[in-house]
């Protein structure tokens, strides 16, 4: 009794191949090949690098909001006087300080003054707010201590004060140069409150990574700024730091506790939970809209498959009365569909890692061609198209790609299994 030969055997990928390469004169389709497979590549390609573009969107954002912010902001509700004086400020900031870093997670912990002044230099003037903190402090501060870009040495901040880039772009000054900082809060006289300025050095200027925080924050020491504000012996806020970012919300009960009754806090997650959300929409619906293109490339593969069992009806029904069963038939077919799809996703997922580990001369060539100016940080918050190629995401789009081609294979090959033969043959 003869063996039955098992499926996908040999001699069905060499049937297989000979269909895909076959020129149009012998009957064959390689052109709607050459489509579907440069379709299926570049679909693959166009969801990996936005999918990596995505990543690194995502991550460059959140590098910068936990690089150079507070994860947790912890300050005080307002408290009325009997004289009808409000205030928030922190007057035991020294000892809440110990309270909170003693708490397990709990990294950092820095007494703040803040404030929103006008700087001014040589006729440039430009609204900023300014940060009160001590120069240990500062220097904990990833985005601030090790910046992209910086100018001077932050270790003589005590001696005057660090401005972000974009600032010193405004006012057109440099370390060295002594801006005003002119506070409409100034000193109480008989006849009201004159405004305050003060001159200070630029010692430092930091290039933190995102546009809006380098074009509006500068760093005064912690008792100048005191002094300037009117906030002697006390403080504004605490800002904390913590091990897990991520878990920020866990710690939120112990803070309040370490923080008293009157203690309020605000996290990072707070701060910007809106626009993460934004960005997981767009990234799911990016994700969708990408799929159906896939899928519109793998269809391509139907049309191919087709045109292929049309043109190869005489070989089935041959193929057929020689003994090759519907299984077999089925399998060649399938085998040039899914053929297709394999290397067209291979090809796409080469030139999508190539797109994200490239990214830089890329867009830099991109820029070029364009004039320049393409890529507008005060827009889109960040001065580069960032990209990070991540595992997950290269799975998501073979296994996507793969699973489509597959799937829209098996309709032509299973029409081309159930030829009959006698039909095939009848006017040949």
């Given at each position: ?361 890329i867009f830099s060539f991109v820029n070029y061609v364009g004039g320049g100016g393409v890529w507008d940080p005060s827009i889109r918050g960040i001065y580069a198209l960032p ?40 006017y040949e």
């Amino acid at each position: 009794m003869a063996q039955t030969p098992p499926p996908f055997a040999a001699y069905e990928w060499m049937i297989a191949w000979r269909y895909l390469r076959a020129r149009r004169a012998e009957g064959g389709v390689s052109v709607m090949t050459w489509i579907s497979l440069v379709g299926i590549t570049l679909a693959v390609f166009a969801l990996i690098a936005t999918l990596a573009v995505r990543s690194g969107f995502r991550a460059e954002f959140v590098d910068t909001i936990l690089g150079a912010n507070a994860h947790v902001t912890l300050y005080q509700s307002t408290e009325v006087s009997e004289t009808g004086h409000s205030s928030r400020v922190i007057e035991d900031y020294a000892a809440m300080a110990e309270r909170v870093r003693a708490l397990p997670g709990v990294t950092r912990v820095a007494p703040l003054v803040k404030g929103q002044v006008m700087a001014s230099f040589q006729g440039r003037n430009a609204g900023v707010e300014v940060f009160g903190i001590s120069a240990e402090d500062l220097a904990t501060i990833p985005r601030i201590a090790a910046p992209e870009k910086a100018l001077g040495d932050i270790g003589y901040f005590e001696d005057g004060i660090a401005i972000g880039w974009g600032v010193a772009q405004q006012l057109n000054a440099t370390v060295g140069d002594r801006i005003k900082l002119i506070s409409p809060d100034g000193v109480k006289t008989a006849f009201g409150t004159s405004p305050r300025v003060n001159v200070y050095e630029i010692t430092y200027v930091f290039q933190a990574g995102r546009y809006d925080i380098d074009r509006t924050r500068v760093y005064l020491p912690f008792t100048e700024a005191q002094s300037y504000f009117n906030r002697e012996g006390v403080a504004d806020e605490l800002e904390i730091m913590v091990a897990e970012p991520d878990k920020v919300d866990d710690l939120a009960v112990q803070l309040l506790s370490a923080g008293g009754d009157r203690a309020l806090v605000w996290t990072w997650r707070d701060a910007s939970g809106a626009f993460l959300r934004a960005l997981e929409v767009e990234d799911n619906v990016m994700f969708v809209i990408l799929s159906i293109l896939v899928l519109i490339a793998a269809m391509n593969i139907i049309s191919g498959l087709i045109m292929l069992v049309k043109n190869k009806g005489r070989d089935i029904g041959i193929l057929r009365t020689m003994g090759l069963t519907e299984g077999s038939v089925m399998r060649v077919f399938f085998i040039c569909g899914a053929s297709v799809g394999t290397v067209g996703t291979i090809a796409g997922v080469i030139l999508g890692c190539l797109f994200a580990i490239y990214i830089d001369p890329i867009f830099s060539f991109v820029n070029y061609v364009g004039g320049g100016g393409v890529w507008d940080p005060s827009i889109r918050g960040i001065y580069a198209l960032p990209a990070k190629l991540e595992g997950a995401d290269v799975l998501s789009a073979v296994v996507l790609s793969l699973g489509l081609s597959f799937i829209v294979t098996i309709f032509p090959a299973r029409r081309a299994a159930r030829m009959n033969p006698v039909e095939a043959l009848r006017y040949e």
